[in-house]
């Protein structure tokens, strides 16, 4: 995973308690970010149900992210209950 040294994560000044903010102005088309496929958590990478059908898109995910919790803190600790 790759970021601009223009825009930095934070949990300041942003409203969902976790997101990017630029640190200079920023150009049009200019690539902020870079994350290779295999990085990305979706309801593909997430596989089928343990039954092997594809099942809920959400708790696929949700299993997954409780699998991968130590990669995927940042996200979990902004989800509000």
Known sequence: VWS???VATTREGVVAGYGCV????LR?????FRV????CLGATSAGADA????GDCQRR???ALLEATADWAPFLAMLTP
């Open 4 to 6: 601009s040294a223009r």
């Open 36 to 39: 290779p496929r295999a990085a």
């Open 28 to 32: 049009r088309g200019e690539e902020l």
């Open 51 to 54: 039954d092997g059908t594809d």
């Open 61 to 63: 995910l949700a299993l």
């Open 22 to 25: 630029a640190l200079q102005p």
